[in-house]
C-alpha cells in the first residue's frame, strides 16, 4: 500500500512539473507572438516615416529646380 501511495505521489509531481513547463513554454511563445507583432507594428510606422520624408524630399527638390528655372528665366529674359 505504501509503495502504491509513493507511486501516485511521484507521478502527480510528474504530471505538475510537465504541466508548469507546458505553461511556461505557452507563456513564452504569447511573449514572442506579442514581440512580433510589436516589431512588426514599429516596422510599418517606421516604413510610412520613410515614405513620408521621400515625398517632402521630392517636393523640396521640385520647388529648388523650379526657383533655379525661374531664375535662369529671369536672367536669360535680361539678354
Known amino acids: 500500500m505504501m509503495t502504491m501511495d509513493m507511486r501516485q505521489l511521484l507521478d502527480s509531481m510528474e504530471n505538475t512539473i510537465k ?12 511573449e514572442a507572438e506579442h514581440e512580433q507583432k510589436e516589431f512588426k507594428e514599429k516596422l510599418m510606422r517606421i516604413a510610412a516615416s520613410q515614405t513620408e520624408l521621400e515625398s517632402m524630399a521630392r517636393k523640396i ?3 529648388e529646380a ?11 529674359g535680361g539678354f
Open 19 to 30: 504541466l508548469q513547463g507546458r505553461a511556461r513554454a505557452e507563456k513564452r511563445a504569447r
Open 61 to 63: 527638390k521640385g520647388t
Open 66 to 76: 523650379a526657383v533655379q528655372r525661374d531664375q535662369l528665366m529671369g536672367l536669360m
